[in-house]
Structure formats: C-alpha cells, structure tokens
C-alpha cells in the first residue's frame, strides 16, 4: 500500500454540505459586459472543497470519492500532510 492511501482517511459531509457542493458545481449562466466573465463553476467548486477542508480538517487537494454514500470521501488529514504525525 502506498504511503498516500495509508495517511488517508474516510470523511463524512452533512446533506448541507453535499448540498452546497453540487450547487458550486453547477454552470455559470452569463453575459459580459465589459469583458470581464465570473468564475467558473471549477473554480467555485475549488473554492467549496477548500472551505470545507478548512471546516473539517483535510486538505481539499486530497479528496477522493469514497466507495460509499456520494457524502462520503477520502482525504489526507491536515496533520499528515508533509509526513507530520
């Protein structure tokens, strides 16, 4: 087993949380005006998996889907990021 799938662990998001994710994913209708387009719906989905690993403590880079529930997901704990334990 890999040193990454070993510092790995399983997370639980709430229906919220799930919820919020999904809706920062979803297309960006817009116009411009002016030339200036808003952010992607990567981006704003970035943002979303950054906040929640700030919340709940993993690094948001690290995410995996789960082989459960679509709430449930793998994730490096900030701790064991860099080999801290």
Known sequence: MKLDEM???????????LKDLLDASK??????????PPRSSREN???????????????????????????FFTAIPKALKGGEK
Do not use: C, I, N
């Open 7 to 17: 510092e790995r662990r399983e997370f639980e998001m709430s229906e919220a949380d």
């Open 27 to 36: 297309p960006v209708p817009y116009m411009v005006f002016g030339g200036v």
């Open 45 to 71: 989905a970035h943002d979303a998996w950054r906040h929640l690993g700030e919340r709940m403590g993993f690094e948001w880079e690290t995410v995996k889907p789960s082989r459960a529930d679509q709430r």
